[in-house]
């Protein structure tokens, strides 16, 4: 359920006790990639997973920290510490309508740390159960940006959005020397921006993927619906004891 399309009234009525919260980035993804590929594909997976399971779903984050592409014409990126309190406080409203579970849905590397702390504040301080999902761990490929499975999944879900891919000229994220990550920005290990060969992308490849994705975040939905369910039971078998 997009909460954008409702009414407050439909929040009260609803007995939803799921949240997703889709975070993403704007950043270069090459020159065949649109700018908003990380918080288009967090988007369409969180999109069809509240649907699925008749959570709630959130307007997506569009801006993230992505500070190491500002060479490339097209990016945004704001501080981390200043994503971190705008998630912190957007979910923190969320703790007032009677939803029991938030899910970050992320779609950007770049937000993975700040984005699991900001989880584990809401946990402490709000009553909410606050997880962080991330797709690209979910599935059992080697996710590059902008390469082959980040590509095939465009090709499937915005065709019309994806040029011509050429391919990187980087294998793996960075530059290392002696285990360390010697570059700072981008532009520096890949001229186009591209790691990994997105020439071999297909849309079916991403229509294969992105459903994995789904399916595991629905996978995730539900176990953590019987663990609080089964906790829930356990406080209230303890709490009649007491009495």
Not at 230 to 236: E, F, K, L
């Amino acid at each position: 359920m997009n909460l954008t399309e409702q009414t407050w009234a439909d929040v009260e009525g609803s007995n939803a006790d799921v949240c997703l919260l889709p975070v993403g980035s704007i950043e270069q993804h090459g020159p065949h990639a649109p700018l908003g590929t990380d918080v288009l594909v967090a988007d369409a997976i969180a999109d069809v997973a509240a649907d699925r399971a008749e959570a709630w779903k959130l307007p997506p984050v569009h801006i993230g920290v992505a500070p190491y592409h500002r060479r490339f014409p097209g990016t945004l990126h704001v501080p981390p510490d200043v994503l971190r309190e705008y998630v912190f406080h957007l979910l923190e409203c969320v703790d007032a309508w009677g939803v029991e579970t938030v899910l970050i849905v992320n779609g950007h590397g770049g937000n993975r740390e700040l984005l699991k702390h900001v989880c584990r504040r809401l946990s402490d301080e709000t009553t909410l159960d606050a997880q962080y999902w991330e797709w690209m761990m979910a599935v059992d490929v080697d996710v590059q940006h902008a390469g082959e499975i980040e590509t095939s999944v465009l090709q499937h879900l915005i065709p019309e959005h994806v040029g011509a891919p050429q391919p990187g000229d980087a294998d793996s994220w960075g530059e290392w020397v002696h285990g360390a990550q010697v570059a700072t920005y981008t532009d520096e290990f890949s001229e186009n921006g591209v790691v990994g060969d997105p020439t071999a992308a297909t849309a079916e490849t991403g229509r294969d993927v992105f459903e994995t994705a789904v399916g595991e975040l629905l996978e995730l939905i539900a176990w953590l619906g019987e663990r609080n369910a089964a906790s829930t039971g356990r406080q209230r078998g303890e709490d009649h004891e007491e009495c």
